[in-house]
C-alpha cells in the first residue's frame, strides 16, 4: 500500500512560485500514475494536472496549463508540481494521489485515484 506526503505549500504573492513535493513510500512507484488535485473553500475537488507512468505523458487541467508544470524522478519516488503565476483563485488544498490501477490512461477523474495524501495549504494573497 502506498503512502503519500505532500509538502512544499504555503503564503505567495500574486504571480509568485511555489513547488510542491509529494513524497512516495511504497514499491512500484514507477508503475503508478501521480496526479494533483486541489479543493478550495465550498467547492469540490478538481484535478490539476497528471503524470502517467509510461511515455512522460502529462495531462493538465485548462485553468493552470501553461503556469503548473508536473514532473517525477523516479529515483526518488517524489512527484512535483511547480507552480508559477500564482493566482488568488489558485488558492486551495493541494492533494497528491496515485492511480491504483498500473499502466492506465492518466486522466484527471477522482475516482480513477486513491491513496490521497493529506495535503499541503497554498494561499494567494497579497
Known amino acids: 500500500q502506498l503512502q503519500l506526503v505532500e509538502s512544499g505549500g504555503g503564503l505567495v504573492q500574486p504571480g509568485g512560485s511555489l513547488r510542491l513535493s509529494c513524497a512516495v513510500s511504497?514499491?512500484?512507484?514507477?508503475?503508478?500514475?501521480f496526479a494533483w488535485f486541489r479543493q478550495a473553500p465550498g467547492q469540490e475537488r478538481e484535478g490539476v494536472s497528471c503524470?502517467?507512468?509510461?511515455?512522460?505523458?502529462?495531462v493538465y487541467a485548462d485553468s493552470v496549463k501553461g503556469r503548473f508544470t508536473i514532473s517525477r524522478d523516479n529515483t526518488k519516488n517524489t512527484v512535483y508540481l511547480q507552480m508559477n503565476s500564482l493566482k488568488p483563485e489558485d488558492t486551495a488544498v493541494y492533494y497528491c494521489?496515485?492511480?491504483?490501477?498500473?499502466?492506465?490512461?492518466?486522466?484527471?477523474?477522482?475516482?480513477?485515484?486513491?491513496?490521497w495524501g493529506q495535503g499541503t495549504q497554498v494561499t494567494v494573497s497579497s
Open positions: 494521489a496515485a492511480d491504483p490501477v498500473l499502466f492506465r490512461q492518466c486522466v484527471l477523474r477522482q475516482a480513477n485515484f486513491g491513496p
Open positions: 511504497g514499491s512500484r512507484f514507477d508503475s503508478y500514475n
Open positions: 503524470h502517467s507512468s509510461t511515455g512522460g505523458r502529462t
